[in-house]
């Protein structure tokens, strides 16, 4: 056992735990409008620190190394004593024809001393293992530091150009009154490219210790909305640049812990269908999110009475969500909360969604997760059971959300526990009035996602479903959709 126990060792060890890590934090490195130069000096002294730190590094894995060897010398201490007692399990066995008094008890008391080496053995083991593991847990904590450390974000963050940025902001923002003037003149065909960038770039954002009102000029007349805090359109005073403050009122060090999750889940987004942060600031009682502004919610739209919602509409929302949710999940991000509140159209002229309120959101890649919140018309079963959950829960949500494009809600009860009850039983069916006339597809994609079981399909399966990939399929619909006096939509590709 005590040689299995090295090999296992011998495994689970990585001598270079930190390889890669100097690319990842390249990658870390913002690329926000905030980028500055910084002096030869400031350079020089972070680089010093750099090297000191790569220097204890390089020592520490060298004693690794050190201790590797000791571990193959006891694996071979081993195997000799392993080997030790088959031989003498041999002289046992010739011994037991011949002389039977004298020389068994030889040979027990030599088995005893061989147990008590290996005990031994095992015990210097243990020690050599937990010394392993301290110091493998040292390494791991430095490469941790060095990967979030502010130093290596100033080091490999490459000088901007100030001046040559605002130019091409301000071209930009040119070319995005020109096609808004256009798009009124003549309304655009649908077509399924991805909604628009947010008008920064990504950043990583801490929450500053200073007044809001130093930076931005929050507009209290023009309410975007918010379940968990008053949304606001704000202008920052810098640039007139547009966006949208989300005042959350955290008082407790509990519930600033919970803001201060939600900034951290959305450092980790950059996808042009998820809401970006692009500020943030803390004060005794509250915590304001400043981030990029959109038009209204999906919801709105499924309300609508004037808006005519046709399953080609759906498809591309859907999409969207998907493309959306495919990304979160490669970054081992649940959201949690899916629900069309939470997904924003871009504007009433198209088709195009970011998702948002990552407040629930959870970013603990090596911890299974449960949890007790939630919308309950939205909530997965494992959630309701208090079971672990994972990437198949958001897409239960996703489900829900596909079949209430219908105008239904397939679980929706008199008051919440019957809503409850009914997710549980999983019982629900297509109402032959309004899915009389949805596709096979469409059915086949909400029966894949409303399952009891985890078994669902995932973000990728679902984009490789045909109801999102078909293109044949897509031109029935656009066909369908014409002869409803709807807007016009691309033939399929080739």
Known sequence: MSSTLVNSLAKVYDPNPLHGQKLSARKFSLNGSDRFQASSSSFAHHDATLRCMESRIDSLSSQMEHLLIMQQTVLTRLDGLSQDVRGMGRDVASSHEGRRGSGIETVCRDLRGAVERIESQGRRLEGVEKLVEGTQQVICFIGEVVKSSKLVEILFKQPGNKTSRKAKDDKDKAKQSVKGGKAQKKRKPQDSSPPPTAPFDHRIVTPKPHQIATYYTINRDEVLGGRFGQ???????????????????????????????????????????????????????????????????????????????????????????????????????????????????????????????????????????RVNFGTPEFLAPEVINYEFVSFPTDMWSLGVITYMLSGLSPFLGDDDNETLNNILACQWNFEEEEFGDISEEAKDFITRLLVKSKWRMSATESLRHAWLSDQNLHYRLHQKKNKCHSSHAPPPES
């Open 231 to 369: 949304v606001y359109k704000c202008m920052e005073n810098s640039s007139g640049l547009t966006l949208a403050a989300k005042i959350i009122k955290a008082k407790s060090q509990k519930e600033k812990e919970v803001v201060r999750n939600e900034i951290q889940v959305m450092n980790q987004l950059n996808h042009a269908n998820l809401i970006q942060l692009y500020a943030a600031f803390e004060s005794r009682n509250d915590i304001i999110l400043v981030m990029e502004v959109e038009g209204g919610e999906l919801f709105d739209r499924i309300i609508d009475e004037n808006y005519n919602l046709t399953e080609l509409d759906t498809v591309l929302f859907i999409r969207q969500i998907c493309e959306g949710l495919q990304y979160m999940h490669k970054n081992y991000i649940l959201h949690l909360d899916l629900k069309p509140e939470n997904i924003l159209c871009v504007s009433r002229a198209t088709n195009k969604i970011k998702i948002i309120d990552f407040g629930l959101a959870r970013y603990k890649p090596r911890e299974k997760l």
